[in-house]
């Protein structure tokens, strides 16, 4: 069985270290693990690995195969990407190297210009933006409220995420009126707004 994990190499003493799994960067270089007992690297960016076969054919070997397998199958993040905890749901995702939280998977990602639907009311909403903050830390200081405490948003989680929002009628004005929703309150939709 061949292991495929993420590292870093110090580039001054050639040496192999784990890479915490949740803050790393590792420029597109995986250890695989070989059934000999002998780990490789594999640098799929450049599509070379350290294993007697590769260096002397030059061919691609199995183990550059097996880091693509792992990829293409998401079980380990591509180059650039790194893995994360989604600030939403928990699950674990792929982010950008470089990104800055809050992460989110793919189910629960709004972007800026995203129209999604209010749950409660069925209007439809253009997302301005995620908050780092969940709802029972976000005040409405028009009513001196949190989002959470809010009775319209009694029945979603506390501890959602609060999404910045915009009613589709007012996105043509200048500057929009934004509204604090918890996260679970809405619902993706497939549709987006262009100019925002």
């Known amino acids: 069985m061949i292991t495929v994990s993420l590292f870093r190499v110090d580039r001054t003493t050639a040496s192999v270290a784990p890479v915490n799994r949740y803050s790393n960067h590792y420029e597109g270089r995986y250890a695989v693990d070989s059934h000999s007992g002998a780990t ?3 640098d799929l960016p450049e599509s070379r690995c350290t294993c007697p076969d590769h260096r002397i054919r030059g061919e691609r070997c199995k183990h550059i195969r097996r880091v693509a397998i792992e990829v293409t199958s ?17 699950v674990e995702t792929f982010v950008e190297e470089d990104s800055e939280g809050p992460w989110l998977c793919g189910t629960c990602r709004f972007e800026p210009g995203d129209v999604v639907l209010d749950r409660e009311t069925g209007d439809r909403l253009v ?3 995620v908050t780092t903050r969940r709802a029972d ?5 028009a009513i001196d409220s949190t989002v959470a405490a809010h009775e319209t948003n009694t029945g979603y989680p506390d501890d959602d995420l609060v999404v910045r929002v915009s009613y589709l ?4 004005h200048d500057e ?5 929703f918890p996260h679970s309150r809405l619902a993706a939709t497939d549709q987006r707004l262009l100019n925002i």
């Open 40 to 42: 490789y690297v594999v």
């Open 74 to 90: 998401h079980r380990v993040p591509p180059p650039g990407e790194r893995r994360a905890r989604c600030a939403q749901c928990g």
């Open 127 to 129: 997302v301005a933006g």
């Open 137 to 141: 830390e976000y005040i409405i200081h």
């Open 169 to 172: 009628g007012d996105v043509a």
């Open 176 to 180: 929009p009126r934004t509204y604090a």
